[in-house]
């Protein structure tokens, strides 16, 4: 059979995402801080699209609402106009029933100060408290103000230089050789600079390693005498708890050690962290969650989203007597809007359908606390409420809720389960971590428990747990060791 090149034609189906559906994917997996700053870009590109304020008036009505003033006679000629724009949209609307609460009905916190605070028949928003807070005073700045005190001319420039390289630990991360090589500066004049450096406030700052930084506070505390000098030499002694060699190497007694440990438990290792750092991020809940005499109720937090309107009056005087190119580029400005609107619309359907779910599944922790967590996973909380896993995923990603006990990730509320030793039913990891925390907490110094203990006290409770779970979840929430636990108790005193 000879071998030639031939054209075929085939046909075949296969599923393609849309860009409207793509962004609309997107737009679910985004929290509210993310989909804030969206929403400022698309306000930005369409000029069909206008922003109120949640308290508004407005109506957006499907995403036709009218912003300011009344709808005038050129109501049906606006909808006429954009009818083959709505006629373009193939967004499923149909999910009206999703909801478990009626968001426009109630009304269950205030999301902002402009909800209680305010002047009286104003529209003005409410007093904006954190913008009187000052600014948190930042390492680098209070060093860099006693630069000035201390040094001039070109020590004061190394010293900047050496300011510049400290973190935010208060530790010097850089090779002085280095340093002096950059600046063109006899190394002798860079250490006697950070000299100077080192007896700035905060006691402790610029050291170059642990034991340098606890040697400075030791120096300015007047306790630098050879024996702590010997002992500040030895902290891997002393973290390991071994004191008959402490003694024997620095040459002093029981009580002298026990002074001078605590002597050196007074000083700060991470002298730095006493400033604030970079600027904090409060985070932001997406939900709220409350009991009522009907059940829990779940709430979109609105207070940090603007309200979208699609501005179908300016479409209409835009179009008049525009050119062809110039009502094409209007209509999939509005079409783009109406899409944006009703997308917004199903996503908050959607997080408060797998939300209000979450919250069936887990209503133990809601009542009673984290020990009556039950395990969930996505897959349960998706096929509760018909959607697909991934979709859940989506939800469940960067957003937080704000209930009775506090602000958790959504995600918080899914892990795995540890099955109960009488075979009736089982319990949320979280719950096994959570008893494992209280036992280590509720320990005698004197009876360390240690991780085959723990298990067995586990057991006891109807929890079948083995020993390497134990070590995994305690090493999960940053506790050592019985052995390491033991030694921290002992240097407590």
């Known amino acids: 059979m000879a071998l030639g090149p031939r054209l075929d034609l085939r046909q075949s189906q296969s599923l393609v995402m849309t860009p409207q559906l793509q962004q609309a994917i997107k737009l679910l997996a985004l929290s509210n801080l993310e989909l804030e700053a969206y929403l400022a ?14 308290d508004s008036d407005g109506s957006a009505g499907d995403g036709d609402g009218e912003p300011g003033g009344e709808p005038g006679d050129d109501a049906p000629a606006t909808e006429a106009a954009s009818l083959d724009a709505d006629q373009a949209l193939s967004s499923d609307t149909g999910t009206a029933n999703d909801l478990d609460v009626d968001l426009t009905a109630e009304s269950f916190h205030h999301d902002s100060a402009s909800d209680s605070v305010g002047l009286s028949g104003s529209d003005s928003e409410g007093v904006d408290f954190d913008s009187f807070a000052g600014e948190d005073e930042t390492l680098h700045g209070h060093l860099l103000a006693q630069v000035g005190e201390r040094f001039s001319g070109l020590e004061a420039m190394i010293a900047e230089q050496i300011v510049a390289l400290i973190d935010e630990t208060g530790y010097l991360r850089a090779d002085l050789a280095e340093l002096a090589q950059r600046l063109g500066v006899p190394l002798a004049l860079v250490e006697a600079v950070l000299a100077g450096v080192q007896c700035f406030d905060p006691s402790g700052v610029g050291g170059r390693d642990l034991a340098e930084c606890i040697a400075i506070q030791a120096r300015e505390a007047d ?3 050879p024996a702590m000098a010997c002992m500040i030499a030895h902290l891997d002694l ?10 024997r190497i620095c040459g002093v007694d029981d009580e002298d050690l026990a002074d001078m440990i605590r002597e050196l438990r007074g000083y700060d290792p991470k002298p730095g962290l006493r400033f604030g750092g970079d600027a904090t991020q409060a985070v932001v809940p997406d939900l709220y969650i409350r009991q009522t005499a009907q059940g829990w109720a779940v709430e979109i937090n609105s207070g940090t989203l603007p309200r979208l309107l699609v501005n179908r009056r300016y479409y209409t005087e835009l179009a008049k007597g525009a050119a062809a190119k110039s009502k094409a580029w209007l209509s999939e400005q509005l079409a783009g809007a109406n899409w944006l609107v009703r997308a917004l619309d199903q996503r908050q359907r959607t997080i408060v359908k797998v939300a209000s779910e979450i919250v069936k599944q887990q209503e133990g922790f809601f009542l009673h606390g984290v020990a009556h967590m039950r395990p969930l996973t996505l897959r349960q909380v998706a096929e509760e409420i018909g959607m697909h896993e991934s979709t859940v995923s989506r939800v469940t990603s960067n957003k937080y809720l704000s209930c009775a006990r506090g602000l958790f990730e959504l995600k918080y509320f899914f892990s795995s389960g540890i099955s109960a030793t009488e075979g009736d039913g089982a319990v949320s990891a979280e719950a096994v971590k959570s008893r494992i925390k209280a036992m280590i907490e509720a320990e005698d110094g004197k009876a360390i428990l240690s991780d085959e203990t723990i298990a067995q006290r586990l057991s006891g409770e109807g929890h079948d747990i083995a020993r390497r779970t134990v070590v995994k979840y305690r090493e999960a929430m940053g506790y050592g060791s019985s052995v390491q636990r033991r030694r921290q108790k002992a240097l407590a005193g």
């Not at 002393?238 to 003694?247: S, W």
């Open 41 to 54: 870009e698309a306000l930005e590109g369409n000029p069909l699209l206008d922003a109120t304020s949640a």
């Open 223 to 225: 306790r630098y005498d």
């Open 238 to 247: 002393v973290a390991k708890g071994a004191f008959p060699q402490l003694k």
